[in-house]
């Protein structure tokens, strides 16, 4: 128990250390540029009107952090005395990352069950401008599950100064494929972009941009693990590139290969990762045909879940929105994932043992057997009760 709070101690004497150095940093540039920037800021106005109001907001969101941090305690004690320093330290950090998402993001995972407890699956994910919430779902999946996400990161990531150590501490790495195989072989999780860099500066109202890569389906069918796909909903509106120039930045990445592009953003967007069912395989599918279903995988969860075009206002107010969302969706078949099994509108209903059933009413859908009943709301305060037929081939809707 003393170790956690020196520990503790410690990270917050380095943290005030470091922002010491910068903040004595920036009063020198602004002594030198704006000799009268102290007349300003001490002024009546701005104490009033800025520099309170923003220490109470630092106080309110501190004051949080340390709640969730106090909420995930037995995680970190857990990881101190039954593991060993470093896993300690790791589950703090994660601790910490779980706690910006969950402040600043509202952020959510919706599915986490469907990553394996143990043994090896090969995470496939869209690549937002910035992959933060790969850093939220990482950090959660650690406290909830103790596994860590192995994630196949671009060779320029692992070059930025100050940062290799950090990322090799989670596991990341640049490849190459035998390595990929032999961590799934291990039992291991291992995450991959196939859109990478490409996808992450050019894609355009969510699109989906993996080219022809097909290395992430030769290594889940030679190391015979799921592929479980994930998308997070808003991840292009936390941070997204300028628009400026994107044709001149496009043919300068296509020739050089370095990721140069001005970036905005950091807003407090709320965002959600949904966690799609495993994709399984066997001996006789190609890499065509895993590459093929896990890419409609993804399309059909940005489709079902993200709004196009994307908004940052309604975003941020999807945060103060507490109304539940009903998806009447047909069950997934079995060996197929919830998303690659979604049937839209005008599908054919070959072998469908109901297709021939009387359909006299136009509220009357098709739903999976597991489905028993449903309260649906029509339009403002009334509502209806969706009831299954007893041959299993729908649901009829009756108001109350």
């Known amino acids: 128990m003393n170790l956690v709070f020196q520990w503790i101690s410690y990270f917050f004497q380095y943290m005030i250390g470091v922002g010491k150095y910068y903040l004595e940093w920036i009063f020198s540039v602004l002594d030198y540029y704006v000799p009268g920037w102290k007349l300003v800021i001490l002024s009546p106005f701005v104490i009033t009107f800025i520099i309170l109001p923003i220490l109470?907001?630092?106080?309110?969101?501190?004051?949080?952090?340390?709640?969730h941090l106090y909420r995930r305690r037995h995680k970190i004690y857990e990881g101190y005395h039954n593991h060993s320093l470093m896993e300690g330290?790791?589950?703090?950090?994660?601790?910490?990352?779980?706690?910006?998402?969950?402040?600043?993001h509202g952020y959510e995972i919706k599915g986490l069950e469907n990553i394996p407890d143990k043994g090896g699956a090969l995470i496939v994910y869209y690549h937002g401008a910035i992959p933060i919430d790969m850093y939220y779902l990482?950090?959660?999946?650690?406290?909830?599950?103790?596994?860590?996400?192995?994630?196949?990161?671009?060779s320029f990531v692992l070059q930025i100064p100050g940062l290799k150590k950090f990322f090799q501490f989670w596991g990341c790495f640049p490849g190459p494929r035998d390595r990929v195989v032999e961590l799934l072989r291990a039992g291991e999780l291992v995450s991959v972009a196939p859109g990478g860099v490409r996808e992450a500066f050019f894609s355009e109202n969510y699109s989906v941009l993996w080219g022809k890569r097909q290395g992430f389906a030769k290594a889940a069918l030679e190391a015979n693990v799921p592929i479980i796909p994930v998308f997070t909903e808003n991840v292009r509106e936390a941070f997204e590139y300028m628009q400026t120039g994107k044709g001149l930045f496009k043919r300068f990445y296509e020739k050089t290969r370095l990721p140069l592009r001005p970036i905005y953003g950091g807003f407090p967007v709320k965002l959600t990762s949904h966690?799609?069912?495993?994709?399984?395989?066997?001996?006789?599918?190609?890499?065509?045909?895993?590459?093929?279903?896990?890419r409609k995988a993804i399309e059909l969860l940005i489709k079902r879940y993200q709004r196009r075009p994307g908004s940052i206002f309604l975003s941020f107010c999807q945060r103060f929105n507490t109304k539940k969302e009903t998806h009447l969706m047909r069950q997934p078949q079995e060996g197929f994932s919830d998303a690659s099994d979604i049937s839209s509108e005008g599908d054919s209903a070959e072998n469908d043992p109901c297709k021939n059933k009387d359909s006299r009413t136009k509220r009357d859908y098709r739903v999976g057997t597991k489905f028993v009943s449903a309260k649906i709301t029509i339009s403002g305060n009334s509502s209806a009760r969706a009831q299954k037929r007893s041959d299993g081939c729908g649901f009829d809707v009756k108001e109350d």
Do not use: F, Q
């Not at 109470?56 to 709640?67: D, G, H, M, N, R």
């Open 56 to 67: 109470v907001i630092i106080y309110l969101y501190t004051s949080a952090l340390l709640l």
């Open 89 to 104: 330290h790791k589950k703090m950090i994660a601790a910490m990352w779980s706690g910006h998402g969950w402040i600043w």
């Open 138 to 154: 990482n950090a959660n999946l650690y406290i909830e599950k103790s596994r860590t996400l192995c994630s196949i990161m671009d």
């Open 275 to 294: 966690i799609g069912k495993p994709i399984y395989s066997n001996p006789a599918t190609s890499p065509d045909e895993l590459v093929a279903t896990t």
